[in-house]
């Protein structure tokens, strides 16, 4: 009698068959295996830059983080200062010759050679969509809590923009990996003209942005924990309060700063200078730097 085969086939199929990939981020990691992760950020002034040198916003320091390690990466950064969730959300924000006075009639370039992704008539939502991202950043949070005119927090209007946002991105083809971020800690003393962001707002839009990436199952940057816990102010997760590592003035900077980054970067204020983003916010993306690494 011959022997029975099957057990060999059975063998020999199963050592063709994979595990599938269950992780998080699945979709932005096959793009980093192919060699051709196509990430794109999304946020404020922060995001976009401000007061730091040219190659040391946490943008741009995250991105050389992302070359070394993954060939093939295309680094988009969409990002606006001044602007809000409203203004990604609202269609007509529309691009314009140059940034208009009122960052709400539109958004355009601030001075020759800025934006140079900007075109005219496009909102920002498709200039963001046409990057056609496999990991999008969401950065918003800190315009959340400051630039209200009634000077009040609805986090509520926050929660349904950024689910908004959320729900718009995942209707792209191809739906991209999404990851949020919650703010740093602007100054806890203020600045002449400027006055002072109270805490409990920015805490508040950072236990909104939480709570929205756990029930929608996305990742999570926790810049706003991560700075509090470098601040050695209380964890505001799980309470433990820890030495700090840095002050206030090393994460910020001094008021006003320089638009150029010379003196380190940060304005002393809602910006983070050269090492706040080096040493708080880039490490913060240490999970999703794990997840993007192919098995």
């Known amino acids: 009698m011959r022997p029975l085969l099957?057990?060999?086939?059975l063998l020999a199929s199963c050592a063709t068959l994979s595990t599938p990939d269950t992780r998080p981020l699945a979709h932005a990691r096959a793009a980093a295996q192919a060699g051709?992760?196509?990430?794109?950020?999304?946020?404020?002034?922060?995001?976009?830059?401000?007061?730091?040198?040219?190659?040391?916003?946490?943008?741009?320091?995250w991105r050389t983080q992302l070359r070394a390690a993954i060939p093939g990466v295309t680094f988009e950064n969409r990002a606006l200062g001044q602007r809000r969730s409203a203004e990604y959300l609202n269609a007509a924000h529309l691009g314009l010759p140059s940034d208009p006075a009122d960052f709400r009639v539109g958004y355009g370039p601030r001075f020759a050679g800025d934006r140079p992704w900007v075109q005219v008539g496009q909102s920002w939502s498709d200039a963001v969509q046409v990057t056609r991202p496999d990991l999008l950043v969401i950065g918003m949070g800190l315009n959340e809590a400051w630039l209200l005119e009634d000077n009040t927090l609805n986090a509520e209007q926050w929660k349904t923009n950024l689910r908004a946002i959320i729900q718009d991105a995942r209707t792209w083809t191809p739906a991209p990996d999404i990851v949020l971020m919650t703010s740093i800690l602007p100054s806890r003393e203020g600045v002449p003209g400027?006055?002072?962001?109270?805490?409990?707002r920015i805490s508040a839009v950072a236990q909104v942005t939480r709570g929205v990436a756990a029930q929608e199952g996305l990742e999570l940057v926790d810049v706003h924990r991560?700075?509090?816990?470098?601040?050695?102010?209380?964890?505001p997760v799980s309470g433990e309060v820890r030495a700090a590592r840095f002050t206030e003035r090393e994460l910020l900077g001094v008021w006003p700063g320089t638009a150029d980054g010379s003196d380190?970067?940060?304005?002393g204020y809602n910006h983070p200078t050269h090492l706040g983003s080096r040493e708080v916010i880039v490490p913060a993306f240490a999970r999703v730097m794990e997840l993007l690494r192919p098995r």
């Open 194 to 200: 400027w006055g002072v962001i109270p805490a409990e």
């Open 264 to 267: 380190g970067g940060g304005n």
């Open 226 to 235: 991560a700075w509090s816990v470098a601040l050695g102010l209380p964890d």
């Open 6 to 9: 099957l057990p060999c086939l």
């Open 36 to 61: 051709q992760l196509r990430v794109t950020v999304i946020g404020e002034s922060i995001a976009e830059g401000g007061n730091a040198a040219p190659g040391l916003s946490w943008p741009d320091q």
